[in-house]
């Protein structure tokens, strides 16, 4: 924006006087003010003065389908007709939810015995936590309550959930993470990799640390480890090979339960239709959201196995009740949009297009391996990012002052391609599952440009 933004009765001005914005330095939005996204077709957006640029990131990694799939507008239009609102409160129903569970149950990675509707990853990994300890306290296991996360991980800003989250800048000040949660490595080998160590030797190490942690905390205490398939906003990190099988040894070991968060992964993401089957996970609860609509109306939802539903069963009865859900739990036109979402990834091939065009995404990244701000490149179907980094050799990070991803960051949105600096430098490139292989170039050309001027 102009640094005369603040002039006359701008939509720009009006932004700064109104609205509090999200992960966003306050202060220098204050001066700067905002960038005004208008409309979008396809894999692209125009801001307010009309410009085009290619959607990178697919919004906050969730747009799958790209802005103006006519599909999914009719959906909610039908369903905004026929039946605007109801709740699942007290036994009610709707058809749009019925149906969207079963498509979810039938999809899932492993044999889920339900799903619960929520309206964000945030609640839904809020839910997660409340299941977790409601579970074990069905089953006489009062103790058992703690849960492990991993540094760097995400999973959103609700209480329970920005406590699981690995990030800094989610807990200071904020008071948190609660009691009982705790993190783990994170399983960064490019990072965190000692000199000599394989791959396979730190995803060991890895499992080692969180079985040392289990113990040091009292495997009667600890109930349950959340992850992500690929980390997202912690930098797009793809776990080193063997790590989630052996992850899941440990846990195993110590009776403690595995959660998928797929809120980012799910839904065609790594190239299958969830990141479990990508990377071996076979969860006990999975967690999804953002794609699950393509991101057009809000909805997520939570799934579980059939042990800890009978659980839950045991609980309603006890308390006359399961004394959990939102008002739009269910919500049958987020519900309705959700369905139509999942038959156009049948319809139109998705996952077959991703795998097809994959390999482009790829090799464009591995070529930036090369480029003198590049560390690592790490990518995975279509979710991807590079590593910026002040020396290459030493792998020395740039100084946090010289805001090397944010200017990155601008200077590819002048060339036309939104991305994002996460959790530091990384570049992250994450878009619609429907771009073709001429996009993928084209967005990449971008990038790399806005790379070289940022160097
Ligand atoms: N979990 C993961 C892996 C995410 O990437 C996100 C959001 O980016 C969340 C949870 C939180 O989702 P929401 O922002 O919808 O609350």
Known sequence: SSPSFFEGNSLAARDAKSLIHSYTNLSQH??????????????????????EYIEGLAGLWCTSFGFGEQELINAA?????????????????????????????????????????VNSGSEANDTVVKLVWYYNNALGRPKKKKIIARMKGYHGVTVAAASMTGLPPLHNDFDLPIQGILHTSCPHYYRFGKDGESEEEFASR????????ILSEGPDTVAAFIAEPIMGAGGVI?????????????LKKYDVLMIADEVICGFGRTGQMWGSQTFHIKPDILSCAKALSSAYLPIAAVMVSEDIFRGMVSQSEKHGAFAHGYTYSGHPVPAAVAMRTMELME???????????????????AALADHPLVGEVRSCGLIGAVELVADKKTKRSFDPKHKAG????????????ISRAVAGDNMALCPP????????DEMFDRFERGLDKAA
Do not use: C, W
């Open 77 to 117: 239009i039908e369903q905004m007709q026929k039946l605007p609102y109801y709740h699942s409160f007290a036994s009610k129903s709707t058809e749009p939810g019925i149906r969207l569970a079963e498509k979810l149950l039938d999809i899932a990675p492993v044999e889920f015995s339900k799903a619960f509707f």
């Open 406 to 417: 944010h200017l990155a960051y601008l200077a590819m949105q002048d060339e036309g391609v």
């Open 206 to 213: 890895m499992a080692d640390e969180l079985e040392q942690l």
């Open 30 to 51: 204050e001066k700067e003010g905002p960038l005004i996204i208008e409309k979008g077709k396809g894999i692209h957006v125009f801001d307010d003065s009309g410009k």
């Open 238 to 250: 793809v776990p080193p090979a063997t790590y989630f099988e052996k992850i899941q040894a440990v």
């Open 347 to 365: 319809e139109r091939n998705i996952l077959e297009h991703v795998r097809n065009v994959s390999p482009r995404f790829l090799n464009r990244f």
């Open 433 to 440: 599952l429907i771009i073709t292989e001429s996009e993928i």
